[in-house]
């Protein structure tokens, strides 16, 4: 074979070196942070919902509720452990020790303090997971009588088997997730982004080739490869363990802030597992339609939502000691949070049965399951807006180093939540959507209460002059959303068909949706005519949030770049001395 001509070998050496860099530096502000998590949030949750399709394709939605309950356990110990801690108590303190050890990271004393903190939560949370995970492994089977009463003896067993293989694949990730705060802590956000993706791949994958030979096994088997590729990638930046737990005072105090946090947590916990237990009273798909719709809804959430709040935090970390500055980075956040989802969430509630059958329709999961579906969507979407303003307001508190005032309120409105789940589910008899809508509601008690306190904390002006922003973006998705019920309804063959006879020549422009290409094309004219609808009004509103929606598309897609922060928020932290190379 001839020899590599030395221009193509120089060229090769520039890609991986790019491709190192682009690993490796850090994210300078929340715009660019957050530019790189949305379109990361984006494929995975694309693949999230290939994922869900590949799922429906292959079994029925009474097996895939089996499937999707089996997580229950598995997922409570680990968001309890991982959720509890990283995001409110990890992050806020080691982006603390970064800070104020600026000039020793450089050298080797400080990049032992650093990540020795990392390394003592690694191995404390491990434990903490095989001690717990072995205990519920070995009760699953009377926990799951007691968490699932609708479902079979026969399912529950199904359950419970599948249950205690999935608790290998979480030891991963609990691994893999404080090496993703570290990284986050360090504004590298793009290898945390990036290692979701196999998890979604894993399970495709999984599905797709073993299905018809393990069945409900399968994507089981996916979880577990996809969580093993999770790990890996996780160490691509350098961190290494050290088999020592050693408690100083950092570590100590994120023992105190997560204490509130785990608390907050261990509810929302049993929230979920509440949703598990009035879904398996109502039917057994019904779990699934719940599931499916919440896989809709996360969408918009992650996008912009948690991509955003995500972004913020080491930002609103170091700026809490600068109040004015601070408070404009938070409130900025909340704008363009507002403006990107609510014409989101209103076309979530227009567009229900369509986004349902494009994505999820298939042979096995029928008429009744998408309509069951497409209501559960629609009462999610009321709250959309809410849950991502939640999520950035919380992680103000936490960058505040306060974790009790957000524990409090979501503690309060988690509560709303289960006694309006018994209240739709077990007196009024209500199907799978009161379950979203009872979530709806708790959230906008959270989002609304969290918005109060930390205007009051941050006394930021008249709450007339913080709303407006808010109320102009809703009004023009009030008016979006109506021209898109107008229109779908206007183009859809079906409707013409179910009125009286009238003369008009309807089937001239109309639109069989019993074909799925003719439904994918209404879908997308009437999702474009709402979109221009909301920018056409929200520029007779003068929405600040359209001008600086555009100002970005501008710089990022005609100017080919981000406008810098200021340099003082430029910090640029090294990695480990042991480096080779987390989610």
Do not use: C
Not at 13 to 21: C, E, F, R, T, Y
Not at 463 to 472: M, Q
């Amino acid at each position: 074979m001839a020899p590599k001509p030395i221009g193509y070998t120089v060229f090769m050496n520039d890609l991986i070196s790019k491709g190192k860099k682009i690993l490796a530096s850090p994210q300078t502000s929340v715009l660019s942070a957050a530019t790189i998590i949305m379109f990361m949030v984006v494929a995975s949750r694309i693949l999230g919902l290939i994922r869900q399709r590949v799922l429906a394709s292959f079994f029925t939605p009474e097996e895939l509720s089996l499937f999707f309950a089996a997580f229950r356990l598995p997922d409570l110990i680990f968001e309890i452990l991982v959720f509890g801690t990283f995001s409110a108590a990890f992050i806020p303190v080691f982006t603390g020790l970064i800070k104020k050890n600026k000039q020793s990271l450089a050298g080797k004393a400080g990049r032992k303090e650093a990540w020795q903190v990392a390394s003592t939560v690694v191995n404390i949370g491990l434990s903490i997971f095989l001690v717990l995970a072995a205990l519920l492994a070995i009760f699953s089977p009377h926990l799951y009588g007691v968490l699932a009463p609708g479902f079979t003896n026969g399912q529950q067993e199904t359950i419970v088997s599948l249950t205690r293989i999935l608790f290998a694949a979480q030891g991963f990730f609990v691994v893999s997730y404080v090496l993703t705060a570290v990284l986050e802590s360090s504004r590298r956000f793009l290898v945390p982004a990036i290692a979701p993706l196999f998890y979604n791949l894993g399970i495709i994958f999984g599905t797709l080739f073993l299905a018809r030979q393990f069945h409900l096994m399968a994507p089981v088997i996916g979880v577990i490869a996809g969580a093993s590729l999770h790990f890996p990638l996780s160490l691509k930046l350098g961190f290494r363990f050290r088999a020592r737990v050693s408690i100083d005072d950092n570590v100590k105090k994120i023992g105190r802030l997560a204490v509130p946090r785990l608390i907050e947590v261990s509810v929302i916990q049993v929230m979920k597992t509440a949703e598990l237990f009035f879904a398996s009273l109502i039917s057994t798909a019904s779990y699934t339609y719940f599931t499916l719709g919440n896989t809709i809804q996360l969408l918009p959430v992650g996008l912009f939502g948690t991509s955003i709040a995500k972004a913020s935090l080491p930002t609103l970390s170091r700026q809490v000691g600068q109040k004015a500055v601070f408070r404009k980075t938070l409130f900025d956040a909340l704008y363009q949070m507002t403006f990107l989802i609510l014409p989101v969430s209103a076309a979530l509630i227009v567009l229900r049965i369509p986004i349902v059958r494009l994505i999820f329709g298939t042979d096995i999961f029928g008429w009744e399951a998408t309509v069951q579906t497409g209501m559960v969507v629609s009462a999610f979407a009321v709250g959309v807006i809410f849950q991502a303003a939640a999520s950035l307001l919380s992680r103000a508190f936490y960058a505040m180093h306060d974790t009790r005032t957000p524990v409090i309120i979501s503690i309060s409105s988690l509560v709303v939540n289960i006694i309006l789940a018994f209240v739709f589910v077990r007196i009024l008899g209500l199907p799978a959507w009161s379950l979203a809508l009872a979530y709806s509601i708790g959230v906008f008690l959270q989002g609304t209460a969290l918005f109060w306190f930390v205007n009051s904390r941050l006394k930021n002006g008249p709450l007339v002059k913080l709303l407006t922003p808010l109320f102009k973006s809703t009004i023009a998705a009030a008016i979006s959303g109506g021209v898109m019920y107008f229109m779908l309804k206007f183009f859809d063959r079906w409707i013409w068909i179910k009125r009286p006879p009238t003369s008009i020549p309807f089937e001239k422009f109309v639109l069989d949706t019993r074909y799925t290409a003719n439904l994918l094309v209404l879908t997308i004219f009437v999702v474009l005519a709402g979109a221009v609808v909301y920018f056409l009004v929200s520029f007779v509103l003068k929405s600040q949030e359209l001008a600086n929606f555009i100002g970005l598309v501008r710089r990022l897609f005609i100017s080919k770049k981000v406008s810098p922060v200021p340099s003082e928020e430029t910090e640029v932290v090294s990695t480990p001395p042991t480096d080779s190379n987390s989610s």
